[in-house]
């Protein structure tokens, strides 16, 4: 019908074969799972899961990052991201939730943006502590 958005996305996404050179962008509302090489952006809005066999050179934007490649370039993961014990990140890490095994490499800058609003927040709403004196006779 047109006119009708489906409600989310279908199918099963996209997989990227280890024999696979992709380059430019790979975009898909559904899960990414990559086992080749791709220069260039990687774009989900659920699931990225870079296996130990991927290669990435370029962004990487998804609500679930998982590493088990390796990555040069930024990452955003708008849930959480975690780098496995084989996994290898050079570039910007932006995540709410971020988990680094024993054993990865990660090398880079990291933000966590939920972190700074609350820290913000408590240093805005704190108030002064009282100081109490007793007198004794």
Known sequence: MLGNKPSGP????????????????????????????????????????????????????????????????????TGKLEIMPTGKVFGSITSKDLSIRSGAIFIGKCTMPEGEKEDEEERVTEEPKKETTYEVE
Not at 56 to 67: A, N, T
């Open 10 to 77: 279908s199918g099963p996404g996209t997989v990227v074969g280890a024999n696979v050179k992709l380059v430019g962008t790979l975009q898909d509302a559904s899960d990414i799972t990559v086992h080749g090489r791709i220069e260039g952006e990687v774009i989900s809005s659920q699931g990225i899961n870079i296996t130990e066999t991927a290669y990435i050179k370029g962004p990487v934007s998804g609500e679930i990052v998982i590493v088990a490649g390796k990555v040069r370039g930024s990452i955003t993961a």
